[in-house]
């Protein structure tokens, strides 16, 4: 006999569960979205030289102290520097260096005028106002000091991640393995997305949702074709899926219908049943096994349903072994902008849509919440998490919304 337990419960029992599994070493323009599995200390600073942000002219400022529009101050210019090219030599004290944008300056240089405020006669330049020390003038390590740790392991790879990790000079970067998870599918009903459709049948939705829930949450989904409501032949598939994968996802057969036999074939695979029933609506005939470490989670066939306990219990497992620091979805107090006129006996994720107006958070439910409505997931950004033992929901209430991705709220 299994207890149904709170959603937390179980959530502590699969984090039980997410060892990190290694890394791997790819190309930096495959790293986006990657977690870092290394610290990077700059190796020498950045930019590695002084360096002019202009177009215009290296100077010492104290000969264009006098200068005016006026009274220009007239300098030798001694040397053109472009960028990528070094100095040939030191600036002295009535000379100035033309350098482009980007140029190494020369020593002895302390300032930099733009190439507007002053006018090229021959091989000298007319200096039309004056400049104070370090005006216009980068320093090396301005930016990046040699030495310093710019980033560190657990860190989300970011555009500006993999601009620093080129500006370093490096190629190749260590990032958390992702988890390959087996999505396996059950189901007398159904029929893949390339077979006909025949009466009684539905195509298998669930394998492509779920597979592009792990691949968001930073898993490797490898989808395995639905099969039918046998038993064996479910527990023989999570054993075949388990020697090749870190996790076995299932959906469907999960209640207690005549043909719902996941919980039963998990045992007859050998693994250990953690728990069977967790405290939440939709989707709480969840099970969960685990066999040798690796975990075996069967979701609702419901494909809401299937979802949203994704989104409540395996996206932070798959985050956590990926290596991600934030594992918990960001929740915010809004307003019921409309009622929900249902009574939550158990506990209740709400489908809703939540956006920021008025300087606060609204709330308008999905439309219809039965557990099978999928398109009610299209709209969805948040779920509102209602107690159980609730009544309905009104206008004006105040409400706890999980976001489910930070970007999806408008
Ligand atoms: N007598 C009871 N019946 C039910 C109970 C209960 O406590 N007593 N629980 C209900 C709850 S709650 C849920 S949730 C569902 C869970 O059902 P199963 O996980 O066993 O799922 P199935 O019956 O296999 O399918 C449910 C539903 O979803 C459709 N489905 C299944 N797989 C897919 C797929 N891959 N793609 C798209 N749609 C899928 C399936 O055809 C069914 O319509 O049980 C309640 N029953
Ligand atoms: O738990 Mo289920 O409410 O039908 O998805």
């Not at 599995?37 to 590695?48: D, I, K, R, S």
């Not at 070094?86 to 009535?94: A, D, F």
């Not at 991600?324 to 107090?333: F, G, I, K, M, N």
Request: charged share 20%.
């Amino acid at each position: 006999m299994y207890k149904e337990i709170p959603l937390e419960e179980a959530l502590a029992i699969l984090l039980n569960y997410t060892k990190p599994i290694g890394f791997d070493e790819v190309d930096i323009i495959d790293a986006l979205g990657r977690v870092l599995y290394e610290n990077v200390v700059a190796g020498f600073p950045l930019p590695p030289f002084d360096r002019s942000p202009l177009d215009g002219y290296a100077v010492m400022a104290e000969d264009t102290f006098t200068a005016s529009k006026e009274t220009p101050v007239l300098l030798k210019v001694s040397q053109n520097i472009f960028a990528g090219n070094m100095p040939s030599k030191p600036l002295i004290y009535g000379e100035a260096a033309a350098v482009a944008t980007g140029a190494p300056l020369p020593a002895g240089t302390n300032a930099v005028i733009k190439i507007e405020d002053t006018q090229l006669v021959g091989d000298q330049v007319l200096i039309f106002s004056p400049l104070r020390p370090g005006d216009n003038y980068i320093n090396k390590g301005d930016d990046v000091l040699e030495g310093e740790k710019i980033l560190a392991k657990g860190m989300t790879i970011t555009p500006a991640v993999i601009g620093l990790l080129a500006s370093m000079g490096k190629k190749r970067v260590k990032v958390f393995k992702k988890p390959k998870v087996a999505v396996l599918t059950i189901g007398d009903e159904l029929v893949g997305i390339d077979e006909p459709r025949l009466p009684g049948k539905i195509y298998n939705s669930n394998v492509y949702a779920i597979s592009a829930q792990i691949a968001e949450a930073g898993g490797r989904a490898v989808p395995y074709r639905n099969t039918v409501d046998d038993r064996n032949h479910i527990a023989f598939l999570i054993n075949d899926c388990l020697k090749e994968n870190d996790m076995v996802i299932t959906t469907g057969g999960v209640s207690v219908g005549k043909r719902d036999y996941v919980k039963e074939s998990i045992q007859i695979s050998g693994a250990n049943t953690l728990f069977w029933k967790v405290n939440i609506k939709p989707g709480t005939p969840i099970v969960c096994g685990e066999n040798n470490g690796r975990l075996i989670i069967g979701l609702s066939g419901n494909p809401a349903a299937a979802m949203i306990t994704f989104y409540m219990l395996i996206r932070p497992v798959l985050q956590s072994i990926s290596g991600t620091r934030q594992v918990a979805l960001p929740d915010v107090t809004a307003t019921m902008e409309e009622s929900f006129n249902k009574k939550s006996k158990q506990r209740r994720m709400l489908r809703a849509k939540v956006c920021w107006k008025n300087g606060g958070y609204y709330a308008v439910p999905c439309g219809t919440q039965s557990p099978g409505a999928l398109k009610s997931m299209l709209h969805c950004n948040a779920l509102i998490d209602i107690p159980g033992g609730s009544g309905p929901l009104n206008i004006g209430e105040k409400v706890k919304a999980i976001l489910l991705s930070p970007n999806y709220v408008s």
